[in-house]
């Protein structure tokens, strides 16, 4: 649309091995790691920047804001938020520093009274031959794995063919699996959960399936 856009990458676990290791094994200091983090993401920034558009922003925590706000006094912040407040609760933070706030969420919108933006999508023709019933393509979170447990039921009980792919970081996995022993962690073999996110054109080949 002509903007020059400057992106701060807010998932650096997955991105920073340093990082991914701080997140699982050295919590207290998470907070003062990613602070750091977006110090130095910032302070490469121009001045000149007309607004501010966060999507999701989890880790952005109050040092971060007040970093924003010393640098960029009176730029208006926007969000939308493609997880529920569930997923990421830190939503309701954020929404208090931004001028407009769009949420994909259609209960969110009415309990927080945030602007109803629908999902985007990415419009692929992709293959036409009907090979799948059903799939699901997600993370690993909140209740998907019970959610899952049930469809590859249903599917086996009605002869359904499927595609069920969810995604975890392998650390995070195993951390809450073997050592915290977390209730939706458990329940499904190591091998029907993946490491590795699918790309879009493999996705696109699936929902074309």
């Keep these: 649309e002509g903007a020059k856009v400057y992106m701060i990458y807010e998932n650096i676990d997955r991105i920073y091995f340093f990082y991914r290791l701080i997140y699982v094994y050295l919590k207290p200091i998470k907070n003062k790691a990613i602070a750091q983090y977006y110090k130095r993401k910032i302070g490469k920034l121009p001045q000149d920047i007309d607004c501010i558009f966060i999507i999701r922003g989890s880790t952005l925590i109050k040092q971060v804001f007040e970093l924003i706000k010393n640098k960029y006094s009176g730029v208006p912040l926007y969000q939308y938020q493609w997880d529920s407040v569930e997923s990421n609760p830190n939503a309701i933070n954020i ?54 447990k049930r469809l590859m039921e249903f599917c086996e009980e009605n002869q359904y063919t499927n595609f069920l792919y969810l995604y975890c970081n392998k650390l995070i996995y195993l951390k809450k699996k073997y050592i915290e022993h977390d209730d939706k962690y458990q329940g499904l073999s190591d091998g029907n959960v993946k490491f590795k996110s699918l790309s879009l054109e493999e996705t696109n080949i699936i929902y074309g399936k």
């Excluded at 706030?101 to 293959?127: H, I, V």
């Design 95 to 148: 929404a208090q520093v931004c001028e407009r706030n769009f949420t994909f969420d259609f209960a969110d919108s009415d309990t927080y009274q945030w602007r109803y933006r629908p999902l985007f999508f990415c419009e692929d023709k992709g293959m036409k031959n009907r090979e799948i019933d059903i799939s699901f393509i997600g993370t690993l979170h909140t209740k998907r794995l019970q959610v899952v």
